[in-house]
C-alpha cells in the first residue's frame, strides 16, 4: 500500500518558533510537494522538489524554506512562525511526468500557531 | 500569477445532475484533475483527463476540456447527499521551471435531500 507520511497530526506553537514538518513517502518518487489548506483558497502551492537537494518557489514561499536530503524526504520549515501561518500542511508526491493518477497526499497537518 | 478559477458554492437536489466548472490557466498542461474532499478528511482522486482528449466518461462522472477556452468541467449525474463535499480542479503548470500541480480554490457542492 502506497504511503505519504507526514510526521505530524496536529501542532501547536508559538509565534517564533522554528517549526518542521516532515514528509516521507515510499513510492521512489522524484517530485514531493508542499501546500497549505486554507477555506475559501484552496490548495495553494508553497515549495516543491524534482529531485534531491532541488527546490522550487511555488506561489506562496514567503516565510517557509524547504529541505531534500534524501529523496524520500521532504521538510517544510517555518523559520519563525507567525499566526498568519496557522493553517492545514498537505504534503504529496508523484512521479516525475504526473503520469495518470500517480499523486499521493499525505493526511495532513494541522498547525496552530498562538 | 493567474488563478485556477472556480465558483464557490453550488446547490443541487438529489437526482439532479451537478456541473461544477474550472477555468485554468496553462494550455500547455498535460493533465487535469478532479479531487474531491469530504469534511474532515484528505483529498480524493475522482478523475483525471488527458489534454489530448475532449471528454471522459466514467460511471456518474463526465470530464469535458475545451481547450481553446481552457476550460474544465465536471458532471455528475443522478447527484447524492454522498457527493456532498468540495470539488477541486487541477492543472500540472509549468511555472518558471518544472511543472507542479496547481489547484483552483474548490467547489462546495451541497445536495439537497
Known amino acids: 500500500d502506497v504511503k505519504v507520511t507526514q510526521s505530524s497530526r496536529y501542532l501547536v506553537k508559538r509565534t517564533g518558533e522554528k517549526v518542521f514538518l516532515e514528509c516521507v513517502q515510499d513510492?521512489?518518487?522524484?517530485?514531493m510537494f508542499w501546500y497549505r489548506q486554507d477555506p475559501g483558497l484552496g490548495l495553494r502551492l508553497i515549495y516543491f522538489s524534482y529531485d534531491v537537494k532541488m527546490k522550487e518557489k511555488g506561489d506562496i514561499p514567503e516565510g517557509y524554506s524547504v529541505s531534500r536530503e534524501k529523496k524520500e524526504r521532504f521538510s517544510l520549515i517555518l523559520e519563525s512562525a507567525s499566526t498568519n501561518q496557522t493553517s492545514m500542511y498537505l504534503c504529496?508526491?508523484?512521479?516525475?511526468?504526473?503520469?495518470?493518477?500517480?499523486?499521493?497526499f499525505g493526511e495532513g497537518s494541522w498547525l496552530t500557531v498562538v | 500569477g493567474e488563478d485556477v478559477e472556480q465558483s464557490l458554492f453550488l446547490s443541487v437536489r438529489e437526482g439532479d445532475s451537478s456541473v461544477i466548472n474550472c477555468t485554468y490557466t496553462?494550455?500547455?498542461?498535460?493533465?487535469l484533475y478532479w479531487y474531491k474532499q469530504e469534511p474532515g478528511a484528505g483529498l480524493q482522486l475522482l478523475t483525471y483527463?488527458?489534454?489530448?482528449?475532449d471528454m471522459k466518461q466514467d460511471q456518474r462522472l463526465t470530464v469535458l476540456l475545451n481547450k481553446k477556452d481552457k476550460h474544465l468541467s465536471l458532471r455528475i449525474a443522478d447527484t447524492q447527499t454522498g457527493d456532498s463535499a468540495i470539488y477541486f480542479c487541477?492543472?500540472?503548470?509549468?511555472?518558471?521551471?518544472?511543472?507542479?500541480?496547481?489547484f483552483g480554490s474548490g467547489t462546495r457542492l451541497q445536495v439537497q435531500p
Open positions: 513510492m521512489d518518487h522524484e517530485n
Open positions: 483527463i488527458f489534454s489530448n482528449m
Open positions: 504529496a508526491s508523484s512521479l516525475l511526468d504526473f503520469s495518470g493518477n500517480t499523486i499521493y
Open positions: 496553462d494550455s500547455s498542461s498535460t493533465y
Open positions: 487541477a492543472e500540472t503548470r509549468a511555472g518558471t521551471g518544472r511543472r507542479a500541480l496547481t
